[in-house]
């Protein structure tokens, strides 16, 4: 297709299974893929707060998801985004993305392409969580 990739990633820690993370960036960038024909699609990873965003951004023009085709409402296309990021054949009933705790959201606009956001606790967030549970038993 001749896309232009960037890769840009801030010094950071996660608290995830690399396997989900690794699953839901690999969901994330083939989605990037197949509705982008022309530009670019940039991937980013950096914190914020006590939490990573990893994002894709692409140029794709066009609503499209493996599941359910060409969709021609913004909403609809979102939702059909992120539960295909959020899918897991292999386990079903839990995603990815809830393995991790996280969460994904969709910005689009037509005509300029989307930005895919999967935020992540840091490990020092899941230790903060962790101390406040533990402290909320005693």
Do not use: W, Y
């Not at 903060?128 to 909320?136: C, D, E, G, M, P």
Request: glycine fraction near 8%.
């Amino acid at each position: 297709k001749g896309l232009e990739f960037s890769v840009i990633i801030e010094e950071t820690t996660l608290q995830a299974d690399p396997l989900h993370v690794e699953r839901v960036l690999s969901r994330m960038i083939e989605n990037a893929i197949q509705t982008t024909e022309v530009g670019s699609i940039k991937i980013s990873v950096k914190p914020s707060g006590d939490f990573v965003k990893i994002m894709v951004r692409d140029t794709g023009s066009g609503f499209h998801s493996e599941i359910d085709g060409p969709q021609d409402d913004a909403d609809s296309f979102q939702s059909d985004l992120v539960d295909f990021i959020k899918s897991d054949g292999l386990l079903a009933g839990v995603s990815d993305v809830e393995k991790c705790d996280g969460e994904v959201s969709v910005d689009f606009d037509r005509g300029l392409g989307k930005l895919v956001t999967f935020t992540l606790p840091t490990l020092h967030n899941a230790r903060k969580a962790v101390a406040k549970t533990v402290a909320a038993a005693e």
